[in-house]
Every structure is written in C-alpha cells, then in structure tokens.
C-alpha cells in the first residue's frame, strides 16, 4: 500500500452540510454510550450493595465479609476498579439509602458514580437528594458544581424571593420568573465583610461575575454595570443588567446595603420603564426587577409589592456567610472521599463513571 498522501479534490456540492451532520450524529452516539455504560455500572453497584445488605440481614454476616469480598473480587477483576472495601462500603450505603429500583434506573442513574457519592455523603433527606440529583440532570451540572449548590443550600432558597410575578405576569412566566430568583443570595465568594458598602459590592460582582452567574441561576447572561439611561436629556445608572435567555426579558439588578425600604421599589420600578421603552426588543417579555438588600421585612415587602403593576421581586444577599463549625466538620469532603476510594492504590471512582 502506498505511503504517499492522498491529493485531495474540491468536495461536492452538499459535502459540507453532510459532514457536520455526519460528526453531530456520532457525537450524540458517543455521548450515548457513555451514558448507557454508566448508568450499567452505577445499577451494578447498586446491586451489590443490595445483595450485601440482604445477605447481612438474613444470615448474619458481619462486616468482616466486605473486606474479604473487597480482596476476592480484586483478585477474580484485577483490570477493574472501585472494589475496594471503602467502595464496597458506599454500594452497602447507595442500596440502603435507594431502596426503589425505579428511582435508581430513572434517576441517580442517569448520575456518573461520584456525583451519588456527593449526594450520599452531603445529603441524609431522600428527598432533598433526589432533588439535587434531578437539578443535577437537568442543568447539566459537574460534580464540583454540584457539591458546591448542596454547601449553598441552592434548591431550599430557589423560589424564595418575596415578588408579585402572580399579578403581573401570565401564568407560564410568573412560575418560571419566580423559580429563577432566590432568598437569600450568597455571596460570600466576593470576600468581603458586612461593613462592604453597595459600590464595593457591585464592583466585586462584576470581577467575579462568573461566580456571579453561577450564584444567579441557569439562563442569566451579563450586559452590563452602570448602564446609561438617558431619559429626557437626564443620565441615569443602572447597578448591574442581565438578560435571561429562558424567560426571553432583560432583568434589572439593584442593590442597596442597608435594609429594604419601599421607596426603593419606586427608583427600581423607574428602571424598568425605562428599560422597555428604550433597550428591549419588541419581541422581549416585560423586564423584571430584582431589589438586593442586606436585610428586608417580609411583610413590609409584600405590601410594597402589592400595588405595583410591574414585575418586581425583592431578596436578601449575604456576604461571607459559610456553614456552622460543627456541620462542616461532620460532613467529609470530597477530597476525604476521593482517599477513602483509592485507599488500595487505585484510582478514584470520577475516573470510572
């Protein structure tokens, strides 16, 4: 067979098209195989861990039959990871933890090994884990990203915020609006302490704008900081501006250091108008408003919420706020888990999902 290179015509008509469909097609067959092989291995697991508990319970093996199982299966798999007592262990606690088959098959299936293993070790309410895991699917969600909205708390402060989305928007938008805001928002990333005044904080904010994006939720993008308004030959600033791509609306951002007042809604509400005469497209929602405040009184708010036609919601941000001593020094991290797993030389179990 000869060596030399093949000299390559013009392709036909069509070529290109195909080619990209052709690459598209096997991406997604890639993509689907990965994650049938993995939802094969975290249903193995849990059939291990499911057969360990059974034999436990009805014929009284102790602990010990998990180490000795551990050096067995190494010996019969040696190409094979995530055999180890400290894995084996985890299977035990995966099958106790999801006694359902369905919810394995349907659910933290659809999860590579070491998200379970954060949802295991992080979560003890099964609902709470379940709803970290379908969050987990549905956003795409690595396990870094993962461990990191279960620290937070993302899924019991989503929804959160006090607003009136119910009176001023349809039925379909509101419930999406409401769902993309949260209370309180955490943002301690920016490093600074409660005395941090409001033009400290949105500097902060737009040099850490990722974590920024990340604390806001799936569907925000960042326009901008200070964006002009020019209304009637008089200059105005918006805080911080961000379009969501779900909702289809550009969302105003103001932030206020000290606690809520009503008339802010007054300036916030100023924005708005100005915002849809003059930068959103015909097409867009109605832009939304959302007030940060270092500290608000629910009912306060929500009877300043309750006469204004536009749609507006109000949220606390905390600033350098982390998880009680006591609680961080239970719960391991995911380094500790990523040593307990490969404690017998291999490698960690993200390896093999």
Known sequence: MSDKPVRLTAPPKGYADWLTDLKSRIHTAQQRATLAVNRELVLLYWQIGRDILARQAEQGWGAKVIERLAQDLHIAFPDMKGFSRANLMYMRAFAEAWPDAEIVQQAVGQLPWGHN????TRLKDAQQRLAYAQSAIAHGWSRNILDIHIETRLLERTGKAVTNFDASLPKAQSD?????LKDPYRLDFLG?????????????????????????????????????????????????LFYHLKLRCYVVIELK??????????????????????????????????LLCRSKN???????LRTNAQPLGVAEYKLLESLPAELQTSLPSIEQIERELAGDGSPSNEDEA
Do not use: C, M, W
Not at 117 to 120: G, R, S
Not at 229 to 234: E, I, Q
Not at 263 to 284: I, N, R
């Open 117 to 120: 293993l954060v949802l295991l």
């Open 257 to 290: 250091g000290g606690k809520f007042k009503p008339e802010h809604l007054g300036q916030l509400s100023f924005y708005l108008t100005a915002v849809d005469e003059q930068v959103k497209h015909p097409q867009d929602n109605p832009t939304i408003g959302l």
């Open 192 to 240: 600074l302490g409660r005395e941090a005044g409001e033009r400290e904080i949105e500097s902060a904010l737009v040099k850490h704008v990722t974590d920024f994006l990340l604390e806001l939720g799936a569907g925000f993008a960042f326009v901008g900081r200070q964006v002009l308004l020019d209304v009637g030959g008089d200059e105005f600033f918006i805080d911080l």
């Open 176 to 180: 999406l609006a409401r769902e993309s």
């Open 298 to 304: 629910k009912v306060v708010a929500e009877y300043a």
